[in-house]
């Protein structure tokens, strides 16, 4: 593969710092909507069970599963085309497919199946940014021929919305580093 010509470090890990810190926000968001379901299947006279289970569906088909298709795409496919890469993206994809699995039981389930699946939604989503964040877009800054501040930008299914590639973080990002 050859270099990528725009290369800009200080734009990678701008790009970085943004995509972290949005999945930092739908991690807390999605223990938030998992703790709320738990709280209501533990109270059953309350009747919110299926409000919770429905308003924590709902943020995964609308903000979770685009987050994850929208990464298959261009954060995806560049370190899917090398040989260091392709594995852990491989890997990846078929977490993708287990997440949408579980959002699609999640749909249907009730009380103690609800929560148990929400938990499993929740856990597997961790263990799955911690990937991104801890092997692979480290690994797209670190290759020349990669660029994850290309491969983010305007998609705010993976910086958040209204960001640019974590611009209004710069001066945050640059004081962390």
Same mark, same amino acid.
């Given at each position: 593969?050859?270099?990528?010509?725009?290369?800009?470090?200080?734009?990678?890990?701008?790009?970085?710092?943004?995509?972290?810190?949005?999945?930092?926000?739908?991690? =807390?968001?999605?223990?938030?909507?998992?703790?709320?379901?738990?709280?209501?299947?533990? %109270?059953?006279?309350?009747?919110?069970?299926?409000?919770?289970?429905?308003?924590?569906?709902?943020?995964?088909? &609308?903000?979770?599963?685009?987050?994850? /298709?929208?990464?298959?795409?261009?954060?995806?496919?560049?370190?899917?085309? +090398?040989? &260091?890469?392709? /594995?852990?993206? %491989?890997?990846?994809?078929?977490? *993708?497919?287990?997440?949408?699995?579980?959002?699609?039981?999640?749909?249907?389930? &009730?009380?103690?199946?609800?929560? =148990? +699946?929400? +938990?499993?939604?929740?856990?597997?989503? =961790?263990?799955?940014?911690?990937?991104?964040?801890? /092997?692979?877009?480290?690994?797209?800054?670190?290759?020349?021929?990669?660029? /994850?501040?290309?491969?983010?930008?305007?998609?705010?299914?993976?910086?958040? *919305?209204?960001?640019? *590639?974590?611009? %209004?973080?710069?001066?945050? =990002?640059?004081? &962390?580093?």
């Amino acid at each position: 593969m050859e270099q990528h010509p725009q290369k800009n470090l200080d734009a990678e890990r701008r790009a970085l710092h943004a995509v972290e810190h949005h999945h930092g926000e739908m991690l =807390a968001e999605l223990r938030e909507r998992v703790a709320a379901l738990i709280r209501a299947v533990e %109270e059953p006279a309350s009747g919110a069970g299926a409000d919770a289970r429905n308003a924590l569906a709902m943020w995964c088909e &609308q903000e979770l599963v685009p987050h994850a /298709l929208a990464e298959e795409g261009p954060l995806y496919s560049g370190p899917g085309n +090398t040989v &260091q890469g392709r /594995l852990l993206v %491989e890997g990846m994809l078929a977490e *993708h497919q287990a997440i949408v699995g579980l959002v699609e039981r999640l749909r249907v389930a &009730q009380g103690v199946q609800a929560a =148990a +699946t929400g +938990t499993a939604i929740q856990e597997l989503f =961790a263990v799955h940014l911690d990937k991104e964040n801890r /092997l692979l877009m480290p690994f797209i800054v670190q290759s020349p021929e990669l660029s /994850l501040a290309d491969s983010v930008e305007g998609l705010h299914e993976l910086v958040g *919305h209204g960001r640019e *590639h974590g611009h %209004e973080h710069e001066h945050e =990002a640059d004081r &962390q580093l």
